[in-house]
């Protein structure tokens, strides 16, 4: 994911929490903890994030 501008939500706030990070390169997609950007990209393709992101919104993983 070298050189990828990465994205956290809109929602995230200043004070830390539990947030993520997405960033694009080709058809990859790389996930990231936002406290720790030097840390593990996990990658994955285009149609699985875009399914697990619609599993968010509709709130299949809301605890």
């Keep these: ?3 990828a501008t990465w994205r956290k939500s809109s929602r995230s706030n200043s004070s830390g929490g539990a947030c993520i990070e997405l960033a694009c390169s080709g058809d990859l997609r790389g996930v990231r903890d936002s406290k720790n950007p030097t840390g ?3 990658r994955f ?4 994030v875009e399914a697990f992101l619609n ?3 509709t709130g299949r993983h809301d605890g």
């Design 1 to 3: 994911m070298e050189g």
């Design 40 to 42: 593990p990209v996990l």
């Design 45 to 48: 393709g285009q149609v699985r």
């Design 55 to 57: 599993e968010i919104r």
